[in-house]
């Protein structure tokens, strides 16, 4: 739409205002967009994890069943105490065994990214050698 009010084709200013005002409707939809798109992510995420945890509360209770399950084996061939007793021992021991797997796995590491720092370290050494 010229402002001259002749027939002639807009004006840079005319199409540069147009260009601006377009441009800042486009970013406000994409905008919009994506915040529309990562709110339905979003719940889709919190459904999936609601669900992970039920399965893990599920899969806990279903460890302790069988568990009850090899005591009351166990009990058929040893007094009820002695069954219980036995279970409860190897779940300890496979608990320690774990704990030990688990320490000796942290073991040398630290919270510092080596390979990171000897990398920026060397660029940097790099740079200077080239200024």
Do not use: H, N
């Amino acid at each position: 739409m010229p402002t001259s009010g002749s027939s002639e084709e807009p004006s840079v200013a005319d199409l540069v205002d147009r260009l601006s005002e377009q441009t800042a409707r486009l970013v406000r939809d994409e905008l919009k967009l994506a915040r529309a798109e990562y709110t339905e992510k979003a719940k889709q995420g919190g459904t999936a994890a609601g669900l992970f945890g039920a399965s893990a509360i599920l899969a806990w209770f279903g460890v302790g069943a069988l568990l009850a399950t090899l005591i009351l084996l166990l009990a058929l061939f040893l007094p009820s105490w002695a069954a219980a007793l036995i279970v409860t021992a190897v779940v300890f021991l496979v608990a320690a065994i774990a704990a030990l797997l688990g320490k000796k796995k942290t073991e040398g590491l630290t919270p510092t990214p080596e390979r990171t720092v000897e990398t920026v370290r060397r660029d940097a050494r790099e740079i200077k050698e080239r200024i």
